[in-house]
């Protein structure tokens, strides 16, 4: 039976995944009702795991040095009872060459070599070059999806992730380009990120030193 994690880990995670949100999106990143995501990280806030910030006008949360060693302490908790037989070490070995192609995709979505200037910045005009990387980020999708149906077995936290990854894609092939790469949007990139965060963190990888 899959895990369902905690609320106070689920808030704490949320706040480490968006790096910098307010009380709304690290709710809905959670999964947990907003009343209780904000008593939840006011309680991080007493403990000092996170911190509430205004940053050019914006208000909301981060995590501190010491919230990010909680977050990771929680995690290793939880997956020693959830994962005793390590299944998501071998899942995001699994992962590694599909992350490779994604990073490379993503590349490609930016930039489109002209003879003058081998890293020109794709305007987009090219359609014949969109559609190959369109085509390379739905296949990942496909790809991605058992490898996520055999993370969400083990922890329901990993519910969704295809959801939006497909929600972004639709719009990108709908002319929304800013829907493959972009931060400020729940973009593929950004949902594949999450994702590859999500795990180096699960596993108490170091993502400067991976492999």
């Known amino acids: 039976m899959s895990h369902r994690s905690e609320p106070q880990l689920l808030v704490l995670h949320a706040v480490r995944l968006l790096g910098f949100a307010g009380e709304d999106a690290v709710a809905r990143r ?63 070995r699994e992962f590694l060459p599909l992350n490779a192609r994604m990073l490379s995709a993503t590349t490609d979505w930016q930039i489109r070599p002209r003879p003058d200037d081998a890293f020109a910045s794709n305007d987009h005009s090219d359609t014949d070059w969109d559609a190959r990387v369109l085509d390379e980020v739905e296949a990942l999708g496909v790809e991605l999806a ?29 002319g929304q380009t800013e829907w493959i790469d972009r931060t400020d949007v729940d973009s593929c990139h950004l949902v594949w990120f999450q994702l590859h965060e999500d795990l180096i963190a699960t596993l108490g990888i170091d993502r400067g030193t991976e492999v």
Do not use: K, M
């Open 30 to 92: 959670a999964g947990v009702g907003a009343e209780e995501t904000l008593v939840r990280l006011h309680q991080a806030e007493r403990s000092s795991w996170v911190q509430h910030l205004e940053l050019f006008g914006v208000n909301g949360w981060s995590l501190t040095d010491f919230g990010r060693w909680e977050n990771e302490r929680q995690l290793a908790h939880e997956r020693r009872i959830a994962d005793p037989g390590n299944e998501i070490a071998a899942i995001y």
């Open 146 to 174: 058992p490898v996520v149906e055999r993370l969400t077995n083990i922890l329901t936290r990993f519910e969704g992730i295809l959801n939006r990854y497909e929600a972004a894609l639709s719009r990108a092939e709908d």
